[in-house]
């Protein structure tokens, strides 16, 4: 990701504190859209999304800490920290954080990822303050207890086994253990049973605390609001929970790359009494941080990303074989995932899988025509906009960006380098990643036979 030059300024100390340091980072145009960064002598970053003309506000804190930063006692200690920071703290009770974004009509949430975690809380710009308050608190004043840590595995639990009643998200989690392995990107972020069971108060208040320093968080803003503002209340916050004692602390850099993906020809099935057959069918992508990452983007589109993409006209609308049938990739630091998903009946599995085979090989080898090409653009670039229209999606994506690429890209750059993307750019990394032996996870209602051809429809 590419960023414009920021320009820098030396915020003078008040009452003894040391100098925060703060950056323009994209100036907007008349004010609208000018995304600025603050750094506080404790290492935490601040960024805010300026637009005055809305009358709502999003802020969130993200923290530098995800499933894949787990030992395997650990799997599922980052998403049960997220629910155990609701909890309470020593100004609030659960009913009291709860209680107070919804006196103000807001949304409060939380997610965990493989690289992150975030918290959330969208309000009316006027109830910014309050926000700002309670999602810092949940963060710095947690208490963590005993009680609520076993009240709040019997959740954690149930959330498993939602999970688990929904074949279509299960697949997912099953591509990812093919592709990975058992390794921290291989595993589940909501952990297992067992380990869930196993954590203890302990291991997650030491995981809190290692992950948690104002070092590995980010906080961001998006929507009517002013950034000294936000920064001074953001700042009173986490100084009265002592959290900004280091004044010589430095933010922690994004992740670099740690360990390139090398999968091919790998199987998991899961035999399940399901109506559908769920099938994911792919292979190593790019890392996040790959300049054919635009490219990909196009590709992804272009042949399962919409209604007029070639998986979808081939496989639903001309023979009706399932009802909801894409393309995907996921971006990590230093790797990254292209799969094929469908939904279909169990006995029509091998049609769809050679299908989808015949569409990958063809556009590895031929590409894909000019006309696709210029029309996953126009989808892409829509899509790009359109998803950015809310107060959420802004806050998620200059806290993202500041915190796994250190750097912000306006939307006008993002639409002109998706329009910068060559025919011949997207037939390159088609052959570079479709080109590849894939691999695949199914579940279903399986026979031993199938199970068979199953296998070898990867080699």
């Known amino acids: 990701m590419t960023s ?3 320009r820098a300024t030396a ?16 100036p907007g145009k008349d004010g609208i859209g000018t995304v600025r960064r603050t750094t506080l002598p404790g290492g935490l970053r601040i960024v805010t999304e300026t637009l005055p003309s809305v009358r709502s506000a999003t802020f969130g804190i993200w923290a530098h800490v995800g499933s894949r930063d787990e030992t395997p006692a650990l799997n599922g200690a980052t998403h049960y920290l997220e629910h155990l920071l609701f909890k ?10 709860s209680a107070a974004i919804d006196a103000v009509g807001g949304e409060m949430n939380a997610f965990t990822a493989k690289e992150y975690t975030c918290y959330y809380a969208r309000v009316l710009d006027t109830d910014l303050p309050l926000a700002i308050d309670v999602v810092c608190d949940m963060l710095t004043g947690s208490f963590i207890l005993e009680e609520d840590v076993d009240a709040e595995r019997g959740v954690i639990l149930e959330e498993i086994a ?3 009643d929904d074949p279509g ?9 093919t592709m990975f392995g058992d390794t921290p990107l291989g595993r589940p972020v909501l952990g297992t049973v067992d380990t869930v069971n196993g954590l203890s108060r302990g291991q997650i208040a030491r995981f809190y605390k290692k992950h948690y320093d104002p070092t590995h968080l980010v906080v ?23 959290a900004l004692s280091r004044t010589d602390a430095v933010p922690v850099a994004p992740r670099d790359g740690l360990r390139p993906l090398r999968a091919a020809g790998r199987v998991e099935l899961l035999n399940r009494k399901t109506e559908q057959a769920h099938v994911v069918l792919g292979m190593p992508g790019l890392a996040r941080t790959d300049e054919r990452r635009w490219a990909l983007g196009v590709l992804n589109t272009a042949l399962g990303g919409g209604m007029s993409s070639r998986l979808f006209q081939e496989v639903r609308e001309k023979r009706g074989l399932a009802y909801s049938v894409y393309s995907y990739t996921s971006g990590f630091a230093d790797c990254g995932l292209f799969g094929v998903y469908a939904g279909c009946r169990p006995g029509q599995v091998h049609d769809v899988l050679k299908i989808c085979r015949d569409e990958l090989h063809k556009v590895a080898s031929d590409g894909l025509t000019d006309d696709e090409i210029a029309r996953a653009v126009g989808q892409l670039s829509g899509s790009t906009v359109l998803g950015l229209e809310d107060t959420g999606a802004l806050m998620n994506r200059i806290g993202k960006s500041e915190l796994c690429w250190g750097t912000q890209m306006s939307v006008d750059d993002m639409l002109d380098r998706i329009a910068a993307v060559t025919p011949d750019e997207v037939r390159e990394v088609a ?3 479709l080109d590849q032996r894939p691999s695949l996870s ?18």
Request: hydrophobic share 40%; charged share 30%.
């Open 4 to 6: 414009r030059s920021p």
């Open 11 to 26: 915020r003078p100390s008040s009452e003894g504190r040391a100098v925060a340091r703060t950056q323009t980072l994209l």
């Open 88 to 97: 309470g703290t020593r100004k609030r009770s659960a009913l009291d954080i």
């Open 162 to 164: 939602m999970t688990e």
């Open 169 to 177: 998200d299960v697949v997912h989690e099953l591509f990812a253990k």
């Open 220 to 242: 961001a803003a998006a929507g009517n609001v002013d950034h000294a503002t936000v920064v001074r209340q953001v700042r009173r916050a986490f100084e009265k929970a002592g």
């Open 431 to 433: 052959r570079d990643v």
């Open 442 to 459: 199914v579940i279903g209602p399986l026979k031993d036979k199938q199970a068979d051809r199953l296998h070898q429809a990867v080699s």
